[in-house]
């Protein structure tokens, strides 16, 4: 389809302006009737900037089936908000996107020296910064101590029953993004030091830190989940404090996404892809991709896992081809989840003037995907041309090679 990346008004702004007007001009008589669809006008009760940020779905493509394809997308805005002094959080999960069987997403935002308490996880946990700085603290197997420091982009990976904190750091805190490999994780079922502090006996804990009754009296009696308190001081004094006998762990559960150059670049855009060969701890798989304004991260399927996906910033499409001769087509925006289930074709396009910002995330520890154009062009001409019904100067033209992202 035709788009241009500098004009003001976009294919979705226009198909909501012009079809209640072509539908008024025909009704008129100014144009004959069957010149204009007629059904494609709403008006009844509707809400008109939902209806705009989610036209292909108010106004499905041609191509789309008329059976519904599960939903795919749920909102963060429609998430609601756990509140505390020192940050909020919220979640989705299974029970917000039913499709999202294998990976559920907590949004967090911390102040300078909130704390995300000591707890642990039955699922793996693995986070991407989306602003500002925090501190995260850990121990490895080996009881050995990790204290750093992350910054947009950052990663953080911690593995099931590894307990763990995270605060934030001036002069702002953060924000991130959690992902569990377990959709029916919930963040309100996590383990809290606080919350096992409190239903504890209180002569077994004196008896388990060699202190008196007395001098635990001050524990919490409820959950603390977030609070807020003093901004840490220097890191290294942090790591010289957890550290005590022992060494420093040599496990690094951090990652610096935007140290490494980008795993393919295009014209159309970028891709870094993290799996367990670059980022040693991690058993979770991210692509982050980048498509410029007009481009395309190109039709194409996982064989090995779901597609949990995170829109960063810019507006997208993506239309899912499932069984059964099923399709549909979602727009997203910033703060959008979407989900695709294995094997299922799909692509991703930038209907926005500005890039166009998401991650894929698989619960695998490697990534593998594979590109419509690569396949049919390693299959044999003839076979392909006769699929689809054009000549050869036509198949010449088609990608040779796995694009990734393709520009406008």
Known sequence: MNRTSDSSVSRRTMVLQLAPAAAALAMSGIVPAMAADRSRNDPGPTNPPLDAQNVDSAWPPATDSKSLVQNFKYPFSFANKRAYEGGWSREVTVRELPVSKSMAGVNMRLTAGGVRELHWHTAG????????????????????????DVKKYDLWYFPGGIPHSIQGLEPDGCEFMLVFDDGDFSESETVLLSDAMAHLPPEVLAKNFSVSQESLKGLPKQELFIFQTEVPGSLEADQKAAGGALERSTVDFAFRTMEMPPTKSTKGGEVRIVDSSKFKVSATTMAMVTVRPGGLRELHWHPNADEWQYYIAGKGRMTVVATGNKARTMDFQAGDVGYVERTLLH????????????????????????????????????????????????????????VVVMPL
């Open 125 to 148: 946990e693995w986070a991407i910064m989306l602003y500002g700085t925090a501190r995260i603290t850990s121990i490895d197997k080996e009881g050995k101590s990790f204290v750093a």
């Open 347 to 402: 692509y991703v396009e930038n209907t926005g003037d500005t890039d166009l910002v998401f991650l894929e995330m698989f619960k695998s520890s490697y990534y593998q995907d594979v590109s419509l154009s690569e396949w049919l062009a390693h299959t044999p001409p003839e076979l392909v041309m006769a699929h689809l019904r054009i000549d050869r100067a036509t198949f010449d033209a088609m990608p040779k090679t796995e």
